[in-house]
T-cell receptor, first 110, second 115 residues
Framework: SQQGEEDPQALSIQEGENATMNCSYK?????LQWYRQNSGRGLVHLIL?????REKHSGRLRVTLDTSKKSSSLLITASRAADTASYFC??????????FGKGTLLTVNP | SAVISQKPSRDICQRGTSLTIQCQVD?????MFWYRQQPGQSLTLIAT?????????ESGFVIDKFPISRPNLTFSTLTVSNMSPEDSSIYLC????????????FGPGTRLTVT
């Protein structure tokens, strides 16, 4: 079963705008990760946030984690057309197995 | 980080046949996984490929349908057996890496279409 549920399922914005994607999960976690997938290709690891962290930055990415609400958000600032991709959150379980959310398809229009 | 390659990158196969997908990593890794991504869906873990022993399959996946080999710490294969159109998916291998092995690195995927 899916651990993470992203919303929105699809998001379309203009270049330069910010994009926010949300993820909810069901069980306790050690960390939560965000991945990007371009057009049905392999996944790229974006950022990992640990359960004792509330916010993390990496370049134009900002991730928050609220363990009391079992939710996380990914913010991409000053979006570019090259950011067009599907974004997935994932939680890690026993033996390092990842459980993925359904993903958000982000389209950034030039 | 680890660099992962997969072969083939895509294939179109007839139902009833089998396809073996190869995954090669540029360094030795302990944990290697195989995922399936059905059209328009998220990723689902098929199995953990264990070096020197049988793979560990997730619920809903069986060895007869998805036999896996892991002869060493840099290589694994996944076979999709007796294929049907429902097997049309992207198949991805990944490895656990990073300081705490919490990050996973993915291959580029194999896009399989079964006709």
């Amino acid at each position: 079963s899916q651990q993470g549920e992203e919303d929105p399922q699809a998001l379309s914005i203009q270049e330069g705008e910010n994009a926010t994607m949300n993820c909810s999960y069901k069980t306790s976690i050690n960390n939560l990760q965000w991945y990007r997938q371009n057009s049905g290709r392999g996944l790229v690891h974006l950022i990992l946030i640990r359960s004792n962290e509330r916010e993390k930055h990496s370049g134009r990415l900002r991730v928050t984690l609220d363990t009391s609400k079992k939710s996380s958000s990914l913010l991409i600032t000053a979006s570019r057309a090259a950011d067009t991709a599907s974004y997935f959150c994932a939680t890690i379980g026993s033996n390092y197995k990842l459980t993925f959310g359904k993903g958000t398809l982000l389209t950034v229009n030039p | 980080s680890a660099v992962i390659s997969q072969k083939p990158s895509r294939d179109i196969c007839q139902r009833g046949t089998s396809l073996t997908i190869q995954c090669q990593v540029d360094s030795q890794v302990t944990m290697m996984f195989w995922y399936r991504q059905q059209p328009g869906q998220s990723l689902t873990l098929i199995a953990t490929a264990n070096q020197g022993s049988e793979a560990t399959y997730e619920s809903g996946f069986v060895i007869d349908k998805f036999p896996i080999s892991r002869p060493n710490l840099t290589f694994s294969t996944l076979t999709v057996s007796n294929m049907s159109p429902e097997d049309s998916s992207i198949y991805l291998c990944s490895v656990a890496a990073g300081v705490s092995m919490g990050e996973q690195y993915f291959g580029p995927g194999t896009r399989l279409t079964v006709t």
